[in-house]
């Protein structure tokens, strides 16, 4: 026995990426899940990082997607416009992982892909799309900028779809993966990225 760590790590990568996708699907479904909230990065306008938080709404293991949606009329798109590079970042307390993931991201507001998207959201999640106030307009006054006679309801399926218009799904292709997960007796840190023929380099990182 010895009580030599080095070499050893509890899992290994294959297994740790296995895991990592999986944790992923069941925090889309799972809105107590703490990667449900995960960060979202973008270079704004004027070249300073912008970050915030937005809801998981799609993992795609196969295609190596992630995905969050938007109104069109907030500052994101034109950001990613600009550049389309974004960066998300997730922490899960319980197992004290930490995912910084990042990739070329796409806008899709009025294709097959926003349809979709769109048909999954729940009438309470549309109506934030009906907001009469575009997101980060400034007002002078306080307003709870939510549609008339909807302020403590949601909009049934017909009145919802005057949000269609503002909706938009987010997507990014991950091209870099970094995991992160603590351990007293050592942490387990280590880097996927994928080429351009979806070949894939992985290495430990020192942590
Ligand atoms: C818990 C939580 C969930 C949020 N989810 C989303 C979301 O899914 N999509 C979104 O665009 N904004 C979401 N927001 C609001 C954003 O954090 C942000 O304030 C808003 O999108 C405006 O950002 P922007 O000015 O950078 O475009 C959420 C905020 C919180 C606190």
Redesign the pocket.
Known sequence: MTDDVRNQPARTLEEQLAETWDQLARAVRDGKHEWH?PVVSTVGLDGCP?A????LRGVDPVDRVLA????RR???PSELEADDRMAWTFYERRDRVQLRISGPTTMHADDEIADQAWQSTALSSRRCYMAPHA??SRLDVWDPNLPEGLFASSPDQAASEAGRANFMTVRTRIDRLERLELHHDGHLRALWQWKDDGSVDVSWLAS
């Open positions: 909230l912008e915030r938080t937005v809801v969050f949606n938007t109104d907030s500052r994101k997101p980060t």
